[in-house]
């Protein structure tokens, strides 16, 4: 039987080049009717997250959600997913200083509305201000990282930065640590406060 997961290694192998006759047969076969198009691995682990915590079952509801490896490979997604490849309805998240690659990526698709939803920053940004940094150190904590955070700290690099600014750009520090925690921020999120772009994306769905 045929999963998400195995639509998103066919979708990535196409994108790199390869044939797309294994990705239309899968989301024809999953009754895909959404794409939504992430930058990266640790957007998709949240997206991810929150759909479990509302439980829902987005590729049950024909909704494929696709890290796509990087902002500047939109275009290529958009194409290959959107109007003038498998036709679907495309969405997603973009960072509000890429905003301009994903507009122009949709309108050279042909996609209609409602379009990417925008986060100031990045995602990461959007969950630390949502959740307060007294709050995301208690996860780092209890995560184990404590050491790790306080070494950070002490660099001279990162030592006068807000402390905002320093959570954001300790969770890129370390390969997969944006991974674990996009998860992690999601789960310790209150309902009332998901972010606006995310919340706005599962609206859309």
């Not at 899968?26 to 997206?47: F, K, P, W």
């Not at 498998?86 to 698709?109: F, K, V």
């Not at 209150?190 to 606006?196: E, K, S």
């Amino acid at each position: 039987m045929v999963d998400i997961g195995a639509f998103r290694d066919a979708v990535g192998r196409w994108a790199a080049g390869g044939p797309g006759g294994p990705a239309s047969d899968m989301a024809e076969q999953l009754g895909l009717r959404t794409a939504v198009l992430l930058e990266g691995l640790s957007d998709l682990a949240a997206v991810e997250a929150l759909a479990t915590l509302r439980g829902r079952d987005l590729a049950a509801e024909g909704v494929g959600v696709v890290s796509m490896g990087g902002a500047m490979s939109v275009g290529r997604y958009a194409g290959l997913l959107g109007p003038p490849g498998l036709g679907l309805r495309l969405t997603g998240l973009c960072d509000e200083r890429e905003q301009r690659y994903y507009d122009r990526a949709l309108n050279r698709s042909r996609a209609p509305g409602p379009g990417f939803f925008v986060c100031a920053a990045d995602l990461e940004d959007e969950f630390i201000r949502a959740l307060g940094p007294a709050r995301v150190e208690e996860i780092i904590l209890a995560e184990g990282d404590l050491r790790a955070w306080q070494t950070f700290l002490r660099q001279p690099s990162h030592r006068n930065r807000p402390r905002q600014q320093q959570l954001r750009r300790f969770l890129g520090t370390k390969k997969g640590r944006k991974i674990r925690y996009g998860r992690l921020l999601v789960e310790a999120l209150d309902p009332g406060r998901v972010p606006a772009p995310l919340d706005d994306l599962f609206t859309s769905l």
